[in-house]
Structure formats: structure tokens, C-alpha cells
């Protein structure tokens, strides 16, 4: 069973910056989409942005973009998310999530819109921006 650990969550000022870490001990993640979500006190959880298994490709929620990046470093196994430029409205409790691309790997594409193409999930770690 693969297992998702996220680690890297804090607490961090408004403009400051985070980087949260996605593992899978003994699986390896570059077989998957990589989707990271989050949920604040509230509300929805909702996609933030996600890193596609092929070539890396990279995709993001409009309040996101350009603020936060995604990457792989395959040796380690891991996949990060940079965060800057913090806003209170990014506290939440983020979740990354490993989509499998389905049958055959019909899912040629990463969507960080449907959470339900993710087949695991991490236990998720908590973020928190104030001053």
C-alpha cells in the first residue's frame, strides 16, 4: 500500500516562504501525478496545483501561480512545494495526493481540480501564515 508523507509545514510570516516535501518510502513517485491540496478551517478542500508524471509539467490555481512552484527530485523520491509570498489565506493543512493515471495510464494529464483521480493521500501537515 502506498503510503504519502508530507513533511515541511510551519508556521510562517506574510510574505515568508515554506517548502513541504512529499515522500512514498519504498514506492517510487515518479510513476505518478503528484497533486497537492489543501484545506482550511471551514472550507472546502480545495487543488492547489499539481506536477505531472511524464515530463514534469507543472500546473496551479490562479492565486497560487506564480507564488508557489512544484518539482521532483527522483533520487530522493521526493516531490516539493515552494511556497512564497505567503498570505494568511494560504493556512491550511496541505495535502499531497499520487494519481496513478488510471488504467493503462489513460490520464496523460495532471488535474489538480478533481481530487478524486487521486488514488493516495498523505495525512497532510499543517501550514500556518500570521504575523
Known amino acids: 500500500q502506498l503510503k504519502l508523507v508530507e513533511s515541511g509545514g510551519g508556521l510562517a510570516q506574510p510574505g515568508g516562504s515554506l517548502r513541504l516535501s512529499c515522500t512514498a518510502p519504498?514506492?517510487?513517485?515518479?510513476?505518478?501525478?503528484i497533486g497537492w491540496f489543501r484545506q482550511a478551517p471551514g472550507k472546502q478542500r480545495e487543488g492547489v496545483g499539481c506536477?505531472?508524471?511524464?515530463?514534469?509539467?507543472?500546473y496551479f490555481r490562479d492565486s497560487v501561480q506564480g507564488r508557489f512552484t512544484m518539482s521532483r527530485d527522483n533520487a530522493k523520491n521526493t516531490v516539493y512545494l515552494q511556497m512564497d509570498s505567503l498570505t494568511l489565506e494560504d493556512t491550511a493543512v496541505y495535502y499531497c495526493?499520487?494519481?496513478?493515471?488510471?488504467?493503462?495510464?489513460?490520464?496523460?494529464?495532471?488535474?489538480?481540480?478533481?481530487?478524486?483521480?487521486?488514488?493516495?493521500w498523505g495525512q497532510g501537515t499543517q501550514v500556518t501564515v500570521s504575523s
Open positions: 495526493a499520487a494519481d496513478s493515471g488510471g488504467p493503462g495510464k489513460i490520464r496523460h494529464q495532471c488535474v489538480y481540480e478533481i481530487p478524486w483521480t487521486y488514488e493516495h
Open positions: 519504498g514506492f517510487s513517485l515518479d510513476d505518478y501525478h
Open positions: 506536477i505531472r508524471q511524464t515530463d514534469g509539467s507543472t
